[in-house]
């Protein structure tokens, strides 16, 4: 069974993110086909072994489901789109769930996680050959915005930076392990640096560290600043948490130290002059008082009090924005620029802040099975799961990624993976 939802989840994961990020309606209704109709597979087949699941598991999607299923009935102001963004939901539910099936099989956990991570090796070079190369398109279709980044199959550079911030940690998680293997066998006696060479636990470490590099590397080139620094955070997060684990004190600085130095060599190889550039102009975009991210969370804010309760309808906010618009007028703003601000205008003060809250739980429970759990490899996932959390989170202060569908089913099955180390850590 674990075999048949790895799959699906691998097969799902793919299609979203090739498919323009999952932003085509069309595409992604393929995704939600996959996944809804794996779930209701697996309930069919379950017969009299039901699947089981920890009870927290069920109290947030419950509540979502609850709440975008009454606006459908009764509160919407666009039934058809909070239809849509229901599937949405529905298909990244799936996600959430059909990950901690996964979980109960450490190897197939395993194997998830390193095609997740050869996915976004892809969406890396993909990026970096647009960002070298100046070919700029996906697939055969001719890219119309962000003409000099790296985007990968992505339309927008911070949605395809959001992508690699949730994947990088991850890989650096399989280069701990590995590391943590040599370690081990360290003590074995070695003859010679050849035999030392060979072995297959330096090889696979060189391996998933310059995966990390290279992922990182065209992060950077995708230059959207806030996926730059949201990710750079979690990096910090992540080797702050091996250093501060009482198993592995000194894998932390020894693996940052190798990591930072090989990012920042390949950086100043291809060059950070755009780079730097774009930070530079951070001061002048947000002194053009009413056409910045600044303006539009203003009059969200009064979207939010006009609806405090029930939202206007998930997914409805290009919509309703129009009724307390005061800025970028005769332009359609689509989305708050804030996930945060965004979600409460759709569903409600108090859904978006349950939801929050439970994500920091998570979080929360994430970080402490990283420095306590003993088991190497879940406690190395532990450290990846809070790394992509926390990485989002942060992003999602200045921009919409979990409205993206490809990143939000990501995010979602990265949260079910981290159910499993609450599991671990009791």
């Given amino acids: 069974m674990q075999r048949f939802v790895e799959g699906t989840l691998v ?7 090739l ?15 996959l996944l809804l109709g794996a779930v209701a597979a697996l309930v069919i087949c379950a017969g009299s072994s039901p699947l089981t699941f920890p009870l927290q598991s069920f109290f947030v999607p419950a509540v979502l489901l609850a709440v975008v299923l009454l606006q459908l009935f009764r509160s919407t102001i666009d039934a058809h789109n909070t ?57 055969t279709y001719a890219k119309q915005f962000d003409l000099e980044e790296a985007t990968g199959t992505y339309i927008n550079r911070n949605h395809y930076a959001g992508f690699l911030e949730m994947i990088l940690p991850f890989s650096l ?50 230059r959207s600043r806030m996926g730059i620094v949201a990710s750079s955070a979690s990096l910090l997060v992540v080797f702050g948490l091996l250093a501060a ?19 920042v060599g390949l950086a100043f190889w291809i060059g950070p002059g755009p780079i730097v550039d774009r930070f530079q102009k951070v001061g002048q975009e947000y002194t053009l008082g009413d056409q910045s991210r600044l303006s539009i969370w203003r009059d969200t804010l009064v979207l939010i009090r006009h609806h405090p309760w029930a939202g206007t309808g998930y997914g409805t906010f290009p919509i309703a924005f129009t009724s307390v618009q005061t800025v970028f007028l005769g332009q359609l703003v689509n989305h708050a620029h804030n996930d945060y601000l965004e979600f409460s205008s759709d569903l409600g ?23 306590s759990t003993a088991d190497g490899f879940e406690r190395f996932l532990a450290v990846g799961c809070v790394g992509s959390i926390a990485a989002i989170l942060l992003h ?5 990624n979990l409205y993206i ?21 009791t």
């Avoid at 239809?83 to 799936?94: E, I, K, M, S």
């Avoid at 998830?112 to 398109?137: C, D, H, N, R």
């Avoid at 081990?184 to 003859?191: D, L």
């Fill in 83 to 139: 239809l849509r963004f229901f599937l949405v939901l529905l298909t990244c539910l799936a996600a959430f769930f059909l990950a901690q099936i996964v979980s109960q099989d450490r190897e197939r956990k395993r194997l998830l996680i390193v095609s997740l991570v050869a996915l976004g090796t892809f969406e890396a070079f993909y990026g970096l050959t647009q960002y070298l190369s100046g070919w700029q398109k996906i697939f």
């Fill in 173 to 222: 998680a399989l280069a701990f392990c590995e590391f943590a293997k040599l370690r081990k066998g360290h003590r074995e006696p070695i003859a010679g640096l050849r035999k030392l060479v060979t072995r297959s636990a330096l090889q696979r470490l060189i391996l998933w560290l310059s995966v990390a590099v290279v992922l990182y590397a065209a992060l950077i080139f995708s």
């Fill in 349 to 371: 003060a108090p859904t978006a802040i349950i939801l929050f809250v439970s994500v920091a739980f998570v979080l929360s429970r994430a970080v402490r099975a990283s420095l």
């Fill in 11 to 17: 097969l799902g994961t793919v299609l979203a993110v």
């Fill in 405 to 425: 569908p490809a990143n939000a089913l990501l995010f979602s099955l990265i949260l079910g993976l981290a159910m499993t180390s609450l599991r671990s850590e």
């Fill in 245 to 263: 684990s009482r198993y592995h004190r000194k894998t932390g600085l020894v693996l940052a130290c190798a990591f930072f130095m090989f990012s």
């Fill in 19 to 33: 498919a323009f990020g999952g932003t085509e309606p069309v595409s992604f209704a393929v995704v939600e086909f």
């Fill in 396 to 400: 999602s202060m200045t921009d919409f």
